[in-house]
């Protein structure tokens, strides 16, 4: 009895670890604008003096990741890959609703200028680490004799986008999402997974984020009661067989935004357990035109949606500098061409990206697969 009330009480501890970790609310912002005379769309995460982005030149497509501080006037931004002397560093002061400054890379210098022409988005980002030493000592265990033996890990991390206007499409972005946590599963992989599911409170669409922090909180709960049960046991019984490092990670940013299309990107992860955890990405594009969630058929004719998957097969060869008379599976795939489309597809000013994840048509080394396909190539 006693060791079942000692279990109870240090259980109860652990949980309350949520409400004593502060769930951070930030803004994020979209700025359009130019290094030099090259344009570029600049997406900045702010919470409080951190900040975390993405910018992309407007040709291309393809994210830079950037990392950085703000203070009363700016912000200083490097990108996050940091190697030597291919790092670019940007210098940027706030006038109203643009960014003036330089852009920095390897000694080479230009000017930045950019502006933000859409409303600031709210962010609510919440990240927790449990150490199973720390379990064991506040249950009354002694870790001192081993405590190389007692490393492992619990962390859970969300991040959402939470924009409070009363649009449609400010809508459709906060249910998308509410959606995520509101039918997740815990533990896919294991026969006692657990499912949360809520009656849509009309009040979360609207814009009050009070439901969505509440399923945060119950998912919360459960992820560290699990991962203490876990620790507990091994503990008593003097094995260590099944217990390892576990986390979730649910992060949602805005991938590509321009006049026609906004992509909502999702990436969440999960390991609790085996040889790899579960890893994935999907996409929403958001047509500002249609004002709805976009599918190929919004976009693309009957035709061009037949010769996709030859443009996909093409496209993801040159990429790959594989020649066009081998099949796929001579190069470490295991299809010989795309026969369907598949896959997860979003849209942008440049084309199509299609992605498939982790052992959908590659073996795990490959990681995610992206397909780009221009417009042009689909005419």
Do not use: C
């Not at 203070?71 to 490097?78: F, K, P, Q, R």
């Not at 991040?159 to 009363?166: S, V």
């Not at 009309?202 to 922090?213: A, E, F, N, W």
């Amino acid at each position: 009895m006693k060791r079942v009330s000692l279990f109870v009480l240090i259980l109860a501890t652990v949980l309350n670890g949520f409400a004593q970790q502060k769930i951070e609310k930030g803004q994020s912002f979209i700025f359009h604008g130019a290094i030099d005379k090259y344009p570029i769309t600049l997406i900045l995460d702010v919470f409080d003096q951190e900040v975390s982005g993405r910018y992309y030149y407007q040709k291309f497509g393809n994210t830079i990741e950037l990392r950085g501080r703000s203070n009363d006037s700016g912000y200083t931004l490097e990108s996050a890959y940091g190697i030597e002397n291919e790092s670019e560093t940007f210098i940027l002061r706030i006038f109203h609703n643009e960014l003036m400054g330089t852009w920095t890379k390897n000694k080479k210098e230009l000017s930045v200028s950019v502006s933000r022409f859409r409303n600031p988005i709210d962010i609510y980002q919440y990240h927790h680490v449990v150490k199973s030493s720390e379990i064991i000592v506040q249950a009354g265990g002694n870790v001192s004799d081993n405590p190389d033996e007692w490393l492992q890990e619990a962390e859970l991390s969300f991040t959402f986008l939470w924009p409070e206007e009363a649009s449609k499409q400010a809508e459709s972005i906060r249910q998308t999402q509410f959606q995520q946590l509101n039918r997740f599963q815990l533990g896919a992989e294991n026969a006692s997974a657990i499912r949360f599911d809520e009656p849509i409170d009309p009040r979360t669409v609207q814009g009050q984020p009070q439901q969505l922090l509440h399923l945060m909180q119950r998912i919360s709960d459960t992820f560290f009661a699990q991962f203490t049960n876990s620790v507990m046991e091994a503990f008593n019984s003097g094995s260590k067989d099944y217990l390892g490092n576990v986390s979730l990670d649910i992060t949602n940013t805005f991938r590509y935004d321009s006049e026609k299309y906004q992509v909502l990107e999702t990436t969440q992860s999960e390991y609790t357990g085996g040889a790899h955890g579960h890893y994935f990405q999907y996409h929403n594009t958001w047509g500002l035109e249609q004002n709805k969630w976009i599918e190929m058929a919004d976009v693309l004719t009957k035709k061009q949606i037949k010769g996709l998957p030859k443009a996909m097969t093409q496209s993801l060869k040159i990429a790959k500098g594989i020649p066009q008379k081998d099949p796929l599976d001579q190069h470490g795939f295991w299809i010989k061409e795309f026969d369907s489309v598949g896959g997860d597809t979003y849209f942008t000013d440049l084309g199509l990206n299609t992605s498939f994840g982790l052992y959908e048509i590659a073996p795990y080394s490959e990681g995610i697969v992206e397909v780009f396909v221009a417009w042009k190539n689909l005419r």
